[in-house]
Every structure is written in structure tokens, then in C-alpha cells.
């Protein structure tokens, strides 16, 4: 069965016409856009609600809040998942208030009211004194489209909407080999941040920023755009192809090879002064490697994936609000989700998600080198953008930003957010001026006009 994985294409889909909207500053402080959004695209869309492991066991659940929806998304005894509006229907206390655990029913804390997993009410307190006769039979809890797939739960408000596959396909089909929902979430960050969500979800949509704004990415990232390879497909996924394990050409130090470039080649066997002079052939000798040395050395996985996948960073962006950036051993979420009121703040979500590999070698090798599974008194660590992190399904963590970080290079897109959320008020800017290779940040724009203007009407 697994075997039957399809490989990830490389093709290049033919250019997106672009109808070039102006990219205005009011859309990131705009009170009446921020209601917009709310009211006319977030009802409308699949978005993550969760990491599907969070709740193994029929019972589990947990609370996923959006804007002011608050969703109880719970396992069912068929080990399937099921979403409701975390709202009594008796009247309208939130049912459940805490954000997650394990119930076989959910008791409204006002007048007792009791629900099953299923979300129907099994008891209601003098239930022959209602006044409709029959109200309380069959009554159930208002119920949201859901479903599992990647590893992420997946919530759409509508109930009537384009099934999840086709709403992130293609996506869908080239994330399938990196068998993601085998992998552990190990971090789980959310701060709140003082910018408008798109500020965030713009930066994470283009790599022009790179040389200035992450200088230390460019020794293992080729992060310039007639390298890259841009894709923006119909349905709103854009992604970006990008070579790693090798130097930018535009890296000053570009005939050596550098930290952390040397551990991973290292890792893999082989010699980072052998390439000295040219950096450039690294990349596919570690490609060779990695594919010659992957069984042997527990990596379960790398044989669904291309050669290129070994080594570069596919980076995803998903309408209307997040990316992933995969790489065979560990992808990233980054997902600003917006504020329920206030159009300049949001809550900036990192997630960074490993295989587990049996043996000694890590379970994300693309950040460090070879130390990354470590052992220190029994516990499993590994490497992650934030940082060394237990290898174990992580719990949420609030983060007091900029007090505390995000992760180093999250850190740098955001303080950068946050100049730009200033500067986007100012008379003195019009709208974006954006080059070509900021081409998906103006589709995402289209999008979000084009999902307002429809259902406007
Ligand atoms: S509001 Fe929930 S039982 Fe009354
Ligand atoms: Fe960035």
C-alpha cells in the first residue's frame, strides 16, 4: 500500500495570469476589513484545527478557537473525529472550558445539560417541563465539517463545502510521501503579535527577503528566485521549490562549506573540505548518501521521496493563512491566525513536526548535523527552529514576545512585521510594489479579494 505513494512532481505548472490589485496599506489595520474577513472568508475555508495525535483515544478532545468561534473537536468511538460549535444550545453558555482533556460527555456548567461525544444531549433536567414538547429529543450540538488528513484535523464552518482534497489539492498529494502523519509534533508555540495576520502570512509567501533579513540561512539555502522554482495552482496553493545544502551564490563565503552545512555532510559521510572550491556539488553527494545510506540507518521514509526532496526545502502556502516548509526530516507550520477584534495584533502559531527514526541518527538532520538526538538522562531531544526540544509530542507553550523567542529566524520576520504594521499607516505608502518572485503574495491577495467580493454579492 505504501509502496503506492506516488512521488512528488517536479513539474512546473503553467503561469497564473495575475490581475495585478493594488496591494493597499488599509487591509492590515482596516477594523471594517478585519470584519470582513471574518465574516465573509473564515466560514469558508478548511483550516487546521489541531495535530490529529493530540487526541489518540475514542473521548479525547480539544478546543480550537478561531475569530470568536470556539470549536470542540473530539474523537468518536469509531476512532473517527467529529467538530461542534463548543456552545450550549440551551443558552449559549460555552460548553467546555477548558482547551482539552478527556470526557465520555460534556456538562454544561449552567443548568446541566449533557451531551455525548456524538454531541447529542443524553440529559436535561426537567425535560418534561418544556415548553415546546420535544424539544430536548434529538437535539444535538451544531456540527462542523471535519476531517483528518496529514496528520492535522482539519475544520470547514461550511457544511455544504468543496471537500477538503480538492480545497488543497495539489498539495495534498505531494505532501503524501513525506508521511506526515507518522511524524511527532514536537513544538508548539503560539505568542501574540502586534501586526495584522496577512503582514506575516506575506512574509512567509516570499523568499526576496532572505540576503537581508536571514544572512545566516544563505550558507545552506540557494535562496535566489532564477534557482527557485514558483508554482501557483488554481485552487490558491502556491509553493516554492528551493535547492538546499548548498551555499547562495550570493553567500560571501561561498567556496567554503560552513556550519551547519559541515555537520549534516558529516552525518551522512562525507568530508565538507572535499567540496571546498565547489560548494555546489555538495547538495547532490549528500543526496547520493542519504539514498545510499537511509535503510541502514532507520530513515523508514526517504524512499517515497525524490532525490531532490532529500536535500531542498519545498515550501507550501496554503489559502488563507498558513505554510509548511518541508524537508525529509521535520516540516514547519507558520500560521498567524487573526484576532478576533483588532486588526493589528494576531497570534503567530510555530509547529515543527519530526519522523521518529529508530537508532541513532536524528529525526531532524536538516537543522543541525549529527548530534541531534541526544540522550541525556534517558530523554530524547531534537533539533527544531527553535531550538533543541524533548522528542516527545509536545504541549502548547505561550510565548511572551519578543521577551521570548519564536525561534531565531521567526523572530527576525517578525520584529520586521512589526516595523512594517507602523509603516503601512503612513501617507506616505501607497500600496506593495512587488517583483515577479512576490508574484504568490499577490495571488493570496487576489484570493482574499476575490473570496470577499463573491460572497459579498
Ligand atoms: S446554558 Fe447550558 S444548560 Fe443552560
Ligand atoms: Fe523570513
Not at 258 to 271: A, I, Q, S
Not at 356 to 364: K, N
Not at 380 to 408: C, D, I
Amino acid at each position: 500500500m505504501e509502496n503506492k505513494i506516488k512521488r512528488t512532481p517536479r513539474d512546473k505548472e503553467p503561469e497564473l495570469k495575475l490581475r495585478g490589485d493594488k496591494i493597499a496599506g488599509n487591509r492590515y489595520y482596516s477594523k471594517d476589513f478585519l470584519h470582513k474577513e471574518l465574516s465573509l472568508v473564515w466560514p469558508k475555508v478548511w483550516q487546521i484545527a489541531g495535530w490529529a495525535s493530540e487526541i489518540p483515544e475514542p473521548n479525547d478532545f480539544f478546543i480550537y478557537k478561531v475569530g470568536h468561534e470556539e470549536i470542540l473537536v473530539v474523537r468518536q468511538k469509531d476512532t473517527t473525529i467529529r467538530a461542534f460549535y463548543n456552545v450550549c444550545p440551551h443558552r449559549g453558555n460555552l460548553l467546555v472550558q477548558v482547551n482539552e482533556g478527556s470526557l465520555k460527555t460534556f456538562k454544561c456548567s449552567y443548568h446541566g445539560w449533557e451531551f455525548n461525544t456524538e454531541g447529542i444531549l443524553k440529559y436535561a433536567k426537567d425535560s418534561e417541563d418544556f415548553v415546546e414538547k420535544n424539544l430536548c429529543e434529538n437535539l444535538s450540538l451544531e456540527e462542523v465539517s471535519c476531517e483528518e488528513s496529514l496528520g492535522f484535523v482539519w475544520i470547514n464552518f461550511d457544511r455544504n463545502c468543496t471537500p477538503l482534497r480538492e480545497f488543497i489539492y495539489p498539495a495534498i498529494e505531494h505532501l503524501e510521501p513525506y508521511q506526515t502523519k507518522k511524524f511527532l509534533r514536537v513544538l508548539n508555540l503560539t505568542a501574540e503579535i502586534k501586526c495584522n495576520w496577512k503582514m506575516l502570512h506575506d512574509n512567509f509567501s516570499e523568499t526576496y527577503h532572505v540576503d537581508t533579513l536571514h544572512p545566516e540561512l544563505m550558507s545552506q539555502m540557494d535562496n535566489n528566485y532564477n534557482d527557485s522554482q514558483f508554482d501557483m495552482y488554481e485552487s490558491g496553493i502556491n509553493r516554492m521549490l528551493m535547492p538546499g545544502h548548498r551555499p547562495a551564490k550570493s553567500f560571501i563565503n561561498n567556496n567554503v562549506i560552513e556550519f551547519p552545512l559541515t555537520d549534516v555532510l558529516k552525518m551522512w559521510g562525507l568530508d565538507p573540505s572535499q567540496f571546498n572550491g565547489k560548494t555546489s556539488e555538495a547538495r547532490t553527494a549528500l543526496q547520493n548518501n542519504k539514498r545510499k545510506l537511509a535503510k541502514e540507518n532507520g530513515y523508514w521514509h526517504y524512499e517515497f521521496l525524490t532525490n531532490e526532496q532529500l536535500t531542498d526545502y519545498y515550501h507550501y502556502s496554503f489559502f488563507p493563512n498558513f505554510s509548511l516548509t518541508m524537508t525529509p526530516d521535520g516540516f514547519e507550520l507558520l500560521r498567524p491566525q487573526p484576532h478576533p477584534t483588532d486588526p493589528e495584533r494576531c497570534f503567530m502559531e510555530h509547529w515543527y513536526m519530526v519522523p521518529i527514526i529508530e537508532g541513532s541518527l536524528s529525526g531532524s538532520s536538516t537543522f543541525k548535523g549529527g548530534e541531534d538526538i541526544s540522550n541525556l538522562e534517558g530523554e530524547l531531544f531534537t533539533e527544531t527552529p527553535a531550538g533543541r526540544r524533548p522528542l516527545q509530542n509536545a504541549p502548547h507553550q505561550w510565548v511572551e514576545y519578543p521577551k521570548e523567542s519564536l525561534g531565531f529566524i521567526i523572530d527576525q520576520d517578525v520584529g520586521i512585521a512589526l516595523s512594517q504594521q507602523k509603516g503601512v499607516k503612513s501617507r506616505g505608502f501607497k500600496y506593495s510594489l512587488l517583483l515577479g518572485q512576490e508574484g504568490r503574495v499577490r495571488r493570496y491577495h487576489e484570493m482574499l479579494n476575490d473570496y470577499i467580493r463573491r460572497t459579498e454579492k
